[in-house]
Nanobody, 124 residues
């Protein structure tokens, strides 16, 4: 049974930075594509960023390009989301997810495993 657990959420001032971690357990996800999503109050969950199984390719939502960086450490079975220049509109619960997908960026409903989420609150 695969479990994903997110860490690193919290309260930060606008313009500040946070790094989220997503630790996988139960099996190695080194061949899996990893993604980050977020859900703000009253809104649908939305895609934030994804990274290919080998870490070579990344994909970002337009709203976070240039501010967020996704990465992974296979030796730790962990994915990261470095968030800089945070804005109040980045406030949301952030989820990591994983899918065995090669060659294309999957849709949200294709992800197989999900974490429980971590709250990020940006104060203005």
């Amino acid at each position: 049974q695969v479990q994903l657990v997110e860490y690193g959420g919290g309260l930060v001032q606008a313009g500040g930075s946070l790094t989220l971690s997503c630790v996988a357990s139960g099996r190695s996800l080194n061949s899996y594509l990893m993604g980050w999503f977020r859900q703000a109050p009253g809104k649908e969950r939305e895609f934030v960023a994804a990274i290919s199984w080998n870490g070579v390719s990344t994909n970002y939502a337009d709203s976070v390009k240039g501010r967020f960086t996704i990465s992974r450490d296979k030796s730790k079975n962990t994915a990261y989301l470095q968030m800089n220049s945070l804005k109040s509109e980045d406030t949301a619960v952030y989820y990591c997810a994983a899918v065995d997908s090669w060659g294309k960026w999957p849709a949200e409903n294709e992800y197989e495993y999900w974490g429980q989420g971590t709250q990020v609150t940006v104060s203005s």
